[in-house]
C-alpha cells in the first residue's frame, strides 16, 4: 500500500480563495527554498558561526550576509536574539542559512542529538519512558541531505541559483506518508515491512526545496485514536498529545524538529497542533497532492505543516500546494495557480480592519452533553472561557469586526416527512438509509466513503500487502480492517462467532453501494457545504473563531485513549465539508501549564486569508508562540517489545474520538439501534 492510487472523486465545488496583497509571488518564496545541516553540534547549541570555509566568500556572499532575504528577517536582527539554535522558528532559521551564518549539517546535528537525548527508543508503540515522538530516524540519511543543501547554498551565496528558503531546514514527517527506500508505518508494527517505492508528492516537492527529513513522526494506531498515547505532549510528557499525528504535533514544541508534517482525516493535524501548542495549517481538500499517503478516507484525509509560527507553517504549505494529475485529481479542484500565502505581517495596527469574523452559537462540535443549539462557549472550563474572551478583545483591537452568529446546526437532520433534507445537515451521521447491502446500513456518508474506498482498492490493497507477511501479521490486519459477512448480530456471552472477518466480506461491502446511493451521498455532501456557507454569507461573515479543545486535557491511559480527552466530539465536519483551518495558540492553562489554542475555521481555499490572519495576531501577541517547555527530567527508557500481541491499544471507548468517519458512522447508527 504505497499511494492512493488515482482519485477520481466528486468535484466539491471550490469557493475562489481570497488574495491578501502580500506584494510576493509564489516563485520569490518556493524559487529560494533547501535543506542543509552542520556537525558536532551538542544538545544546547545556540548560534555559532560558520565552518573556516566561509573565509572564502566572494563579495556578493558578504553582502548577502548583511541584508535580509525578501521575506524574511535579515542575520542580525535573528542573532541578536540570543536563543538556542533549535528554538528559533524556520524563517529565522533560513535568514541564517542563506547568509551562512550557521550550516544545515550544523543545524541537523543539533536536532539528532535532542532527539538522542529526549526521544527513546524507537520503535515502541506505547510509553518509552522518552517523548517518543519519532518512531525511526535515519541519522545517515538526513546528514547527507543536510550536506547537499550546504551545497546548495554555498552555491547560491557565491552568485549562483537561489537556493529555496526551506533549504537545510529539518522536519519530520508522519508515519502514514511514503519516503523511498523507508517504512511507512501507519502506528502499528504490522506495516513494519511496508516499505516505500518512492516519495509521496509532498515528499518529493519538499524534497525539490532543499528540505533535510530527519524520520518519520509516530501516530495513533493505523491512524485511528484522536487522543493518542504513544507520544507524550511536549509540555509534560505525561499527558496525552493528541492523534493520530501526535508526534507531528509534538516536534516543533519539544524542539526535536522544526517543524513535522501530519495527515488528518478528522482532526489529526488540528488536535494534536492545538493539545500541543503549535501552529498548523489543515488545508482544503486538494489543495496539496495525498499521493503516496497510506489512506484513511479518501476526500478526507489532507496533508498539512505543524510548525512554531504561522508563517513557518505557510512557508512549508506552500511548497507543498500544486496539483498532481496523475497522483491525485482531486487537486485539478484548487485555482491555479494558486495565491502564495502570506509569510509576513501586515503593517499598521489594524491589519484586521475590513474583517468579520464570526462565533457559531450551535455547537460545531455537538457531544459535549450540553445539548443541541448550545453555544459552544458555554461548555469551556474557566481557563479556555477567559482565553477565548481575550482573543476575541485582541482581534478586535486589531481591526476586525467580531460577532456571534447561529452558524450550522450540525445536530439538525431534518424530518422524515421531507426525506431528512429541511435541516442544516442532510449528511454527516444523518439518519436517512439510503440501502442496504450486506446486511449493512448505508447512510449518506456510508454511500460516498465506502464508494470512494472502493475506487481506490482500498481494502484489496491491504489485503495484497497482507498475502506477503506473516501469519500474524494478516490477522492483525484482517481484524483492523475486516469485517463479517452479513453483518450478524453478536451471538450471547461465550458463545464463538459463526461468521469470521475476513477481508473479503468487508471488500464486498465498499464496493456493492450502488451509483444511485453514491450519486444521493455525494448530493447531500455538496448541500451540507452550501447550508455552511450560507449561513456565513447570511450573518455576513469572512471565517469563524472556534475551539476545538474547551478544557485542560489528562494524562495518557494506554488502557483508553480518549480517558484524558474532554469530549469535545465531531471533529470531522471541516473535513466532510473541505474547509480548510488553522491553530495557533493564545495560552497557558493555570493547572498544569499546557497549551490553549484557537482556530481559525473558513470556507474551502480560504487559506490566504486565514493565514495572514493568524500571522498578524502573532505578530501582534507574539508572547504565546515564542516560548518553549523546559526539558524534561532524564528518565530510563522502556524498551517493549514489538511483537504485535504486546502492544498496547489505541482503540478509544468512545467511537467518536476516531479519527475514521466510518467508525463514528458505523456508532451513530448502532447507538440508533
Given at each position: 500500500?504505497?499511494?492512493?492510487?488515482?482519485?477520481?472523486?466528486?468535484?466539491?465545488?471550490?469557493?475562489?480563495?481570497?488574495t491578501?496583497?502580500?506584494?510576493?509571488?509564489?516563485?520569490?518564496?518556493?524559487?529560494?527554498?533547501?535543506?542543509?545541516?552542520?556537525?558536532?553540534?551538542?544538545?544546547?547549541t545556540?548560534?555559532?558561526?560558520?565552518?573556516?570555509?566561509?573565509?572564502?566568500?566572494?563579495?556578493?556572499?558578504?553582502?548577502?550576509?548583511?541584508?535580509?532575504?525578501?521575506?524574511?528577517?535579515?542575520?542580525?536582527?535573528?542573532?541578536?536574539l540570543?536563543?538556542?539554535?533549535?528554538?528559533?522558528?524556520?524563517?529565522?532559521l533560513?535568514?541564517?542559512?542563506?547568509?551562512?551564518?550557521?550550516?544545515?549539517v550544523?543545524?541537523?546535528?543539533?536536532?539528532?542529538?535532542?532527539?538522542?537525548?529526549?526521544?527513546?527508543?524507537?520503535?515502541?508503540?506505547?510509553?518509552?519512558?522518552?517523548?517518543?515522538?519519532?518512531?525511526?530516524?535515519?541519522?545517515?540519511?538526513?546528514?547527507?541531505?543536510?550536506?547537499?543543501?550546504?551545497?546548495?547554498?554555498?552555491?547560491?551565496?557565491?552568485?549562483?541559483?537561489?537556493?529555496?528558503?526551506?533549504?537545510?531546514?529539518?522536519?519530520?514527517?508522519?508515519?502514514?506518508?511514503?519516503?523511498e527506500?523507508?517504512?511507512?508505518?501507519?502506528?502499528?508494527?504490522?506495516?513494519?515491512?511496508?516499505?516505500?517505492?518512492?516519495?509521496?508528492?509532498?515528499?518529493?516537492?519538499l524534497?525539490?526545496q532543499?528540505?533535510?527529513?530527519?524520520?518519520?513522526?509516530?501516530?495513533?494506531?493505523?491512524?485511528?485514536?484522536?487522543?493518542?498515547?504513544?507520544?507524550?505532549?511536549?509540555w509534560?510528557?505525561?499527558?496525552?498529545?493528541?492523534?493520530?499525528?501526535?508526534?507531528?504535533?509534538?516536534?516543533?514544541?519539544?524542539?526535536?524538529a522544526?517543524?513535522a508534517?501530519?495527515?488528518?482525516?478528522?482532526?489529526?493535524i488540528?488536535?494534536?497542533?492545538a493539545?500541543?501548542?503549535?501552529?498548523?495549517?489543515?488545508?482544503?481538500?486538494?489543495?496539496?497532492?495525498?499521493?503516496?499517503?497510506?489512506?484513511?478516507?479518501?476526500?478526507?484525509?489532507?496533508?498539512?505543516p505543524?510548525?512554531?509560527?504561522?508563517?513557518?507553517?505557510?512557508?512549508?504549505?506552500?511548497?507543498?500546494?500544486?496539483?498532481?494529475?496523475?497522483?491525485?485529481?482531486?487537486?485539478?479542484?484548487a485555482?491555479t495557480?494558486?495565491?502564495?500565502?502570506?509569510?509576513?505581517?501586515?503593517?499598521?495596527?489594524?491589519?484586521?480592519?475590513?474583517?468579520?469574523?464570526?462565533?457559531?452559537?450551535?455547537?460545531?462540535?455537538?457531544?459535549?452533553?450540553?445539548?443541541?443549539?448550545?453555544?459552544?462557549?458555554?461548555?469551556?472550563?474557566?481557563?479556555?472561557?477567559?482565553?477565548?474572551?481575550?482573543?476575541?478583545?485582541?482581534?478586535?483591537?486589531?481591526?476586525?469586526?467580531?460577532?456571534?452568529?447561529?452558524?450550522?446546526?450540525?445536530?439538525?437532520?431534518?424530518?422524515p416527512?421531507?426525506?431528512?433534507?429541511?435541516?442544516?445537515?442532510?449528511?454527516?451521521?444523518?439518519?436517512?438509509?439510503?440501502?442496504?447491502?450486506?446486511g449493512?446500513?448505508?447512510?449518506?456518508?456510508?454511500?460516498?466513503?465506502?464508494a470512494?474506498?472502493?475506487?481506490?482498492?482500498?481494502?484489496?490493497?491491504?489485503?495484497?500487502?497482507?498475502?506477503?507477511?506473516?501469519?500474524?501479521?494478516?490477522?492483525?490486519?484482517?481484524?483492523?480492517?475486516?469485517?463479517?459477512?452479513?453483518?450478524?448480530?453478536?451471538?450471547?456471552?461465550?458463545?464463538?462467532?459463526?461468521?469470521?472477518?475476513?477481508?473479503?466480506?468487508?471488500?464486498?461491502?465498499?464496493?456493492?453501494?450502488?451509483?444511485?446511493?453514491?450519486?444521493?451521498?455525494?448530493?447531500?455532501?455538496?448541500?451540507?457545504?452550501?447550508?455552511?456557507?450560507?449561513?456565513?454569507?447570511?450573518?455576513?461573515?469572512?471565517?469563524?473563531?472556534?475551539?476545538?479543545?474547551?478544557?485542560?486535557v489528562?494524562?495518557?491511559?494506554?488502557?483508553?485513549?480518549?480517558?484524558?480527552?474532554?469530549?469535545?466530539?465531531?471533529?470531522?465536519?471541516?473535513?466532510?465539508?473541505?474547509?480548510?483551518?488553522?491553530?495557533?495558540?493564545?495560552?497557558?492553562?493555570?493547572?498544569?501549564?499546557?497549551?490553549?489554542?484557537?482556530?481559525?475555521?473558513?470556507?474551502?481555499?480560504?487559506?490566504?486569508?486565514?493565514?495572514?490572519?493568524m500571522?498578524?495576531?502573532q505578530?501582534?501577541?507574539?508572547?504565546?508562540?515564542?516560548?518553549?517547555?523546559?526539558?524534561?527530567?532524564?528518565?530510563?527508557?522502556?524498551?517493549l517489545?514489538?511483537?504485535?500481541?504486546?502492544?498496547?491499544?489505541?482503540?478509544?471507548?468512545?467511537?467518536?474520538?476516531?479519527?475514521?468517519?466510518?467508525?463514528?458512522?458505523i456508532?451513530?447508527?448502532?447507538?440508533?439501534?
Amino acid at each position: 500500500m504505497h499511494d492512493a492510487d488515482l482519485l477520481t472523486f466528486t468535484d466539491l465545488a471550490p469557493e475562489q480563495p481570497d488574495t491578501p496583497e502580500t506584494g510576493h509571488s509564489r516563485r520569490a518564496f518556493l524559487g529560494r527554498t533547501g535543506a542543509a545541516a552542520a556537525a558536532g553540534a551538542v544538545v544546547a547549541t545556540t548560534l555559532t558561526a560558520a565552518p573556516a570555509r566561509a573565509a572564502t566568500k566572494t563579495p556578493r556572499a558578504a553582502a548577502v550576509r548583511a541584508q535580509a532575504a525578501p521575506g524574511l528577517p535579515s542575520a542580525a536582527s535573528v542573532k541578536a536574539l540570543e536563543k538556542p539554535l533549535v528554538d528559533h522558528e524556520i524563517v529565522e532559521l533560513a535568514s541564517l542559512l542563506q547568509a551562512g551564518e550557521i550550516t544545515s549539517v550544523q543545524l541537523t546535528q543539533a536536532y539528532l542529538d535532542r532527539i538522542a537525548a529526549f526521544n527513546g527508543p524507537f520503535e515502541v508503540y506505547g510509553d518509552n519512558g522518552g517523548y517518543n515522538t519519532f518512531v525511526r530516524v535515519d541519522t545517515a540519511g538526513a546528514l547527507a541531505q543536510a550536506a547537499a543543501a550546504d551545497t546548495r547554498l554555498e552555491i547560491a551565496r557565491r552568485g549562483g541559483d537561489p537556493a529555496p528558503y526551506l533549504c537545510g531546514i529539518p522536519i519530520g514527517i508522519k508515519d502514514s506518508v511514503g519516503v523511498e527506500g523507508r517504512t511507512a508505518g501507519n502506528g502499528s508494527p504490522a506495516y513494519a515491512n511496508n516499505i516505500a517505492e518512492e516519495d509521496a508528492t509532498a515528499v518529493a516537492r519538499l524534497r525539490d526545496q532543499g528540505v533535510v527529513f530527519l524520520g518519520h513522526t509516530i501516530c495513533s494506531a493505523f491512524s485511528g485514536a484522536i487522543a493518542g498515547n504513544f507520544a507524550g505532549n511536549a509540555w509534560n510528557k505525561d499527558y496525552i498529545p493528541g492523534g493520530s499525528s501526535q508526534g507531528s504535533g509534538a516536534a516543533p514544541i519539544n524542539r526535536l524538529a522544526a517543524a513535522a508534517i501530519g495527515e488528518e482525516t478528522g482532526g489529526s493535524i488540528i488536535w494534536p497542533a492545538a493539545i500541543n501548542g503549535a501552529s498548523a495549517i489543515k488545508p482544503s481538500l486538494g489543495l496539496g497532492s495525498m499521493a503516496g499517503v497510506m489512506p484513511l478516507s479518501a476526500t478526507y484525509d489532507v496533508l498539512g505543516p505543524i510548525a512554531r509560527s504561522g508563517r513557518d507553517a505557510s512557508l512549508l504549505m506552500n511548497a507543498i500546494i500544486g496539483p498532481d494529475p496523475s497522483g491525485d485529481p482531486q487537486t485539478l479542484a484548487a485555482p491555479t495557480p494558486f495565491p502564495v500565502l502570506p509569510m509576513t505581517a501586515r503593517e499598521g495596527g489594524k491589519p484586521l480592519k475590513g474583517l468579520t469574523i464570526g462565533i457559531p452559537q450551535t455547537d460545531w462540535m455537538y457531544g459535549t452533553g450540553a445539548g443541541a443549539g448550545v453555544a459552544p462557549q458555554s461548555t469551556y472550563d474557566a481557563d479556555h472561557k477567559a482565553a477565548f474572551d481575550r482573543v476575541r478583545g485582541e482581534l478586535e483591537a486589531l481591526g476586525a469586526t467580531v460577532k456571534e452568529f447561529r452558524g450550522c446546526d450540525i445536530a439538525s437532520f431534518g424530518t422524515p416527512e421531507k426525506d431528512y433534507l429541511d435541516g442544516d445537515n442532510p449528511y454527516y451521521q444523518n439518519p436517512k438509509v439510503l440501502e442496504t447491502v450486506d446486511g449493512a446500513t448505508i447512510t449518506p456518508q456510508l454511500a460516498v466513503t465506502y464508494a470512494n474506498r472502493c475506487e481506490i482498492s482500498y481494502i484489496e490493497a491491504v489485503a495484497a500487502f497482507a498475502a506477503t507477511q506473516s501469519a500474524e501479521v494478516r490477522a492483525a490486519l484482517t481484524t483492523q480492517y475486516g469485517r463479517r459477512a452479513g453483518n450478524p448480530p453478536a451471538p450471547p456471552v461465550g458463545q464463538p462467532w459463526p461468521v469470521p472477518v475476513t477481508l473479503e466480506a468487508q471488500a464486498n461491502l465498499v464496493g456493492g453501494v450502488t451509483n444511485a446511493a453514491r450519486r444521493e451521498g455525494e448530493r447531500r455532501r455538496r448541500l451540507f457545504i452550501e447550508n455552511y456557507q450560507r449561513s456565513l454569507d447570511e450573518a455576513g461573515v469572512d471565517f469563524m473563531l472556534v475551539m476545538s479543545i474547551g478544557a485542560e486535557v489528562g494524562k495518557r491511559d494506554p488502557a483508553n485513549s480518549g480517558n484524558g480527552l474532554p469530549l469535545r466530539r465531531n471533529n470531522q465536519i471541516a473535513n466532510n465539508i473541505s474547509w480548510p483551518m488553522v491553530n495557533f495558540p493564545v495560552g497557558r492553562t493555570s493547572k498544569v501549564g499546557l497549551p490553549i489554542c484557537v482556530q481559525f475555521w473558513g470556507p474551502r481555499f480560504s487559506e490566504p486569508r486565514l493565514v495572514q490572519a493568524m500571522i498578524d495576531y502573532q505578530a501582534a501577541h507574539p508572547e504565546h508562540h515564542t516560548v518553549f517547555p523546559a526539558d524534561p527530567v532524564a528518565a530510563a527508557p522502556k524498551t517493549l517489545s514489538r511483537a504485535l500481541r504486546s502492544q498496547p491499544k489505541q482503540e478509544p471507548l468512545d467511537p467518536f474520538l476516531d479519527n475514521d468517519p466510518v467508525a463514528t458512522e458505523i456508532a451513530v447508527i448502532e447507538a440508533r439501534g
